[in-house]
């Protein structure tokens, strides 16, 4: 079991439809990330959060949105996905972002787009 | 291009050899790097990491080796066993970087 929970673990989505994930971290850490991760390919990051703050948008396109309610909440808004979307999606935390500190991943959420 | 990189996309060994992991990259501002394992539908885990101020780290049965010269980075699993048949990745963070740059990944395969 991982300190980071990722919800839902599979979610398939038309691409006319808006969805979100979620993630969760109880661990203090004052920064999260969002990644993604394509078959047998290292996972990319896409966004960074630091103390709530967005820090670092990869330029990923708008269809996905990302929210940070508080410290421990991170979430990753979709809408009018395509087909080649459709990946493992890897939320993680660190201590603070930019130190040297391991990330912890969660199990990530399987997405498929359809 | 990437700034980490590995070697070899397979490794295969006998179970009880060590096993030993390569890692390339390119970027002399890197000043921390980690070693992940990724098993089948879960996330990566972390399992040991260095800082550029260090050349040698040991954990429980593994041991990371760092050498700045070339830009190298080797993870070496003690007594391997089935286990720790997953894909490693190498990831590597820099001055004024947020996020880790991870490389390609080793798929290891223990045979019996």
């Known amino acids: 079991d991982t300190e980071v929970t990722q919800t839902p673990k599979h979610l398939v989505m038309g691409m006319t439809n808006k969805k979100s994930l979620k993630c969760e971290q109880h661990m203090g850490h004052r920064a999260m990330y969002w990644y993604k991760q394509k078959a047998k390919k290292p996972p990319e990051l896409m966004f960074v959060y630091s103390y709530e703050k967005l820090s670092i948008n990869e330029s990923v396109p708008s269809r996905f949105s990302p929210e940070c309610p508080n410290s421990s909440l991170l979430n990753l808004h979709l809408h009018a996905l395509q087909p080649e979307d459709s990946a493992l999606y890897l939320c993680a935390s660190s201590q603070e972002s930019g130190a040297n500190s391991p990330l912890h991943f969660g199990n990530g959420t399987r997405l498929t787009v359809t | 291009g990437e700034s980490v990189g590995l070697h070899l996309p397979t490794l295969s060994v006998q179970e009880g050899d060590n096993s030993i992991i390569n890692c390339a990259y390119s970027?002399?501002?890197?000043?921390?790097f980690i070693w992940y394992k990724q098993e089948s539908g879960k996330g990566p885990q972390f399992i040991i990491d260095?800082?550029?101020?260090?050349d040698k780290r040991q954990g429980q049965r593994v041991t990371v080796l760092l050498n700045k010269t070339v830009k190298h980075l080797s993870l070496q699993i003690a007594a391997t066993q089935p286990g720790d048949s997953a894909v490693y990745f190498c990831a590597e963070n820099h001055i004024g970087a947020d996020g880790l740059t991870f490389g390609k990944g080793t798929h290891l395969i223990i045979q019996p």
């Open positions: 260095i800082r550029s101020n260090m």
């Open positions: 970027n002399s501002a890197s000043d921390y």
